[in-house]
């Protein structure tokens, strides 16, 4: 059965430790095979406040890994695991790059609505080291009974 959930994502690059970004999206979750799912859209360019191209965006969630994996105007498949190198490929209009995460931190976070995860990874692009980030993805359902 798929749940409607607000998802909100906040991320802080090491480089710019005051700058941070978040984006906030209604989504649906659904839990298979031990696993959860959040499919959700968020804008390609929406920090800009101009038009922008639609990117779908899909959460996989395990025990001891999550991924996200984006489709649109830039598709990229990140994989998180605790200690562990990973790496993919961000695909733009302008070309492809080679994508490396390190995952220094991983953790799950039951909340009162729903779940929290906590990520902190270096990430390269194309062998060069690029910033060490740390992302906060949020996920609260919608359809919840007020007491």
């Keep these: 059965m798929k749940t409607e959930v607000k998802i909100s994502i906040r991320g802080i690059q090491d480089s710019a430790k005051d700058d941070s970004v ?21 804008g390609a360019d929406a920090a800009s406040g101009m038009d922008c191209d639609i990117v779908t965006s899909l959460l996989k969630i395990h025990p ?22 990973t790496i993919s ?3 733009t209009p302008f070309g492809e790059m080679e994508v490396t995460i390190h995952t220094n931190r991983l953790e ?11 990520l902190q990874y270096t990430l390269e692009i ?22």
């Design 126 to 147: 194309n062998t060069a080291h690029v910033s060490d980030c740390s992302v906060e993805i949020r996920v609260e359902r919608m359809n919840r009974k007020e007491a």
């Design 22 to 42: 978040e984006v906030v999206s209604l989504g649906e979750m659904q839990e298979k095979d031990g696993q959860i799912y959040i499919s959700y859209e968020e």
């Design 108 to 118: 799950q976070m039951e909340t009162e609505h729903g779940f929290q995860i906590l």
């Design 89 to 91: 490929y961000y695909s």
């Design 64 to 85: 001891k890994q999550v991924e996200i994996i984006k489709k649109g105007a830039a598709e990229t498949h990140m994989v998180f695991v605790q200690d562990k190198d």
